[in-house]
């Protein structure tokens, strides 16, 4: 089988080539709580992956299980390195970005700052493709991250992300949560476009949101993974889209 290079496929064709991350046999726990469940999915390179489940099925563990800011066991390869008993800050050195559910910009800085800050040492930095999508941005370069909307702040915390250019993953945990709905369709786009140069995994809540963008899908219940393939697949079926995430085709949650 010919394998096509990764920059010769159009952006967000399905990728030929070994997954950019694999889980095999992941367990997570939390304190005492045993959260995962031998959780396993292949993450292939070039387009959106989404990580889909009700309330409290295990989807942020699953992204902080990758970083290594939970407990875990089991195999997770990024690039068919072995990271699993790898530190938090040993896994984003190797290329991985997380934009948390919480933000997590730096309230007090500046736009400026804050994109500053996350500029990793020895990378390519990608200010004009920054402002070129978030323009927001750089209309507010002076401005403390705290007093933006959350909205702004969304698009902060996605550039922070975006930056540096040896990303080669991208973990987003609901990017779309609290945003008004002009602002959900804008980092939508903005999302798109992003997922076109850096491989994303994202956690979304709103299936308008991710129906449009995810090429492929891992549906997480109570720890374990209980659905996992084409995004259109599950999204055509109604019946398997209301028994596994309890909304009817077409709704969001
Ligand atoms: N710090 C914690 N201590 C104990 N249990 C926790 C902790 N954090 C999460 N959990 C539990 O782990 C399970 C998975 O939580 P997680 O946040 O990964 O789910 P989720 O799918 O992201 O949920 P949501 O969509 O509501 O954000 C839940 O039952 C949750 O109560």
Redesign the pocket.
């Known amino acids: 089988m010919t394998t096509v290079p990764t920059d010769q496929r159009a952006p967000g064709a399905a990728s030929t080539a070994d997954p950019i991350l694999e889980l095999r046999g992941v367990d997570a726990f939390?304190?005492e709580?045993h959260?995962l469940h031998r959780v396993g999915f292949s993450v292939p390179s070039g387009e959106i992956t989404a990580l889909l489940?009700r309330?409290?099925?295990?989807?942020?563990?699953?992204l902080r299980s990758i970083l290594g800011l939970v407990e875990r066991r089991g195999t997770i390869r990024l690039e068919g390195h072995d990271v699993s008993g790898k530190a938090p800050h040993e896994v984003v050195r190797r290329g991985v970005g997380y934009v948390p559910?919480n933000r997590d910009v730096f309230a007090g800085l500046t736009v400026a700052e804050n994109l500053r800050l996350a500029e990793r040492h020895g990378a390519g930095h990608r200010y004009d493709l920054v402002y070129e999508l978030f323009p927001r941005l750089k209309e507010r370069l002076t401005q403390r991250a705290g007093s933006m909307s959350g909205g702004e702040q969304q698009m902060l915390a996605l550039a922070r992300a975006l930056l540096n250019d040896d990303n080669k993953l991208l973990l987003i945990d609901?990017p779309s949560q609290g945003l008004a709905p002009n602002l959900v369709r804008e980092v939508a786009i903005a999302l798109e476009r992003m997922a076109e140069l850096v491989t994303t995994v994202v956690?979304e809540?709103n299936l308008a949101v991710i129906r449009h963008m995810a090429r492929r899908v891992v549906v997480?219940d109570q720890?374990r993974v209980v659905h996992q393939g084409p995004a259109r697949e599950l999204f055509e079926d109604e019946r398997l889209t209301h028994e596994l995430l309890g909304v009817a085709r077409g709704g969001d949650r």
């Open positions: 939390i304190g709580s959260i489940g309330n409290g099925a295990g989807k942020t563990t699953t559910e609901e956690v809540q997480l720890g």
